[in-house]
């Protein structure tokens, strides 16, 4: 498709349990970043994969928390043993420097942790 | 640290009114400043993104202006319309080129009455 695909759009899990969220960037986008947007919060910068350059993981908030590009494309969110403040939209985007660094978003996964 | 602040919080005017988004951030050393808007249970769509070396841009009714020394942007709408109802978030990028991870407002609700 022609915009970022976000999988799953929503997910409901257990307290504890392990979550994979999934993101497809525009084609020939080498920047591409996860955000998280809490119920009548602003959004949270989590982590930026600039091409083969080491990831930006600055804003994840603890080590339960990782993500992955493979082949400079699709990236991965995990959040290991999820735990109730984890519920949230996770939003994805990416850019190219072809387009200024515009960012384009998916439509997100929202995430509810019970 | 950069820090983007978007008030009010929330704004209610009627079908065709001219109005004003403001937003400020703390520090003028930015590389671009993008203007977005979100639906409810939506991602975020791109609306106008202005390089810190541009005054403004326009796309339609919209109209962006950005004025770094004084660390301010304004998003105005011409003759507002119900379909414009949406939450209006605007973010910055810090120098270094195209490709940044993003400083979000907590944006601004907007709701136009018919």
């Known amino acids: 498709g022609a915009g970022v695909s976000q999988s799953p759009s929503n997910k409901v899990t257990e307290k504890g349990k392990d979550v994979e969220l999934r993101c497809d960037p525009i084609?020939?986008?080498?920047?591409l970043y996860w955000y998280r947007q809490s119920l009548g919060q602003g959004l949270e910068f989590l982590i930026y994969?600039?091409?083969?350059?080491?990831?930006?993981k600055s804003g994840l908030p603890s080590d339960r928390f990782s993500a992955e590009r493979t082949g400079g494309s699709v990236s991965t969110l995990t959040i290991q043993r999820t735990q109730q403040e984890d519920s949230a939209v996770y939003l994805c985007?990416?850019?190219?420097?072809?387009?200024?660094?515009?960012?384009?978003f998916g439509e997100g996964s929202r995430l509810t942790v019970l | 640290k950069q820090e983007v602040t978007q008030i009010p919080a929330a704004l209610s005017v009627p079908e065709g009114e001219n109005l004003v988004l403001n937003c400020s951030f703390t520090?003028?050393?930015?590389?671009?400043l993008q203007w977005f808007r979100q639906d409810p249970g939506k991602g975020l769509t791109s609306l106008l993104l202005?390089?810190?070396?541009?005054r403004e841009q326009t796309s339609g009714r919209l109209n962006a202006s950005l004025d770094k020394s004084s660390g301010r942007s304004t998003l105005y709408i011409a003759a507002s319309q119900p379909g414009d109802s949406a939450t209006y978030l605007c973010?910055?990028?810090?120098?270094?080129?195209?490709?940044?991870?993003?400083?979000f407002g907590k944006g601004i609700t907007l709701s136009v009455r018919p």
């Open positions: 985007a990416s850019s190219s420097r072809r387009t200024a660094g515009e960012l384009f």
């Open positions: 084609s020939g986008h080498t920047a």
């Open positions: 994969f600039q091409g083969n350059s080491a990831p930006d």
């Open positions: 520090d003028s050393a930015i590389y671009n």
């Open positions: 202005i390089q810190s070396s541009q």
């Open positions: 973010a910055v990028s810090p120098p270094g080129g195209a490709n940044s991870k993003l400083t």
